[in-house]
């Protein structure tokens, strides 16, 4: 840990799940834009509890974990660093979808968007043509 990372209280988040590292990496999506809103905690929660792999799980337990480590960590960035080597081969693709469409679900991709779906193409090992395949048929779901 940095100088200025100690003074800000910036701290390595603990993520010990693939549960939580999936949740982690949809939160830090949508909290990307510095903040996130009921609705966008409303729609994570139904997100994931559809998903097979939260079958059993508490839920509001996961992510009152998440948002402390995401507050601690400080980033989206650091979210993501520290939860992509959890996520099982089975899950990468699933989850890389998942947050294309988080992303261009208003029609926008800011910078730090296009920086987030880059970090995680590299390091869940999503291929050109899988993430070009995902964001046409994202951009053609989410098109007005």
């Known amino acids: 840990m940095g100088f200025f990372d100690s003074l800000l209280k910036v701290s390595t988040p603990e993520i010990k799940t693939e549960k939580e590292a999936y949740a982690a990496i949809i939160y ?7 903040e996130i809103s ?7 929660i139904e997100m994931v509890a559809h998903n097979k ?3 059993g799980a508490n839920i ?35 989850l890389f979808i998942t947050v294309v469409d988080i992303v261009l ?8 968007e296009k920086e987030l779906i880059e970090k995680l193409k590299s390091g869940l090992g999503i ?4 993430a070009a395949k995902a964001v ?9």
């Open 127 to 130: 291929s050109d043509d899988l």
């Open 53 to 55: 792999m939260f079958k």
């Open 28 to 34: 830090a999506s949508m909290a990307i834009d510095g």
């Open 60 to 94: 509001n337990d996961i992510f009152k974990t998440i948002a402390s480590n995401y507050k601690a960590a400080g980033s989206f960035e650091k979210m993501v660093e520290v939860a992509i080597p959890k996520i099982t081969d089975a899950n990468k693709a699933k």
């Open 136 to 144: 046409e048929v994202l951009l053609l779901k989410n098109k007005e």
């Open 105 to 112: 679900s208003d029609g926008v991709v800011a910078q730090k």
């Open 38 to 44: 009921e609705e966008e905690v409303h729609d994570l």
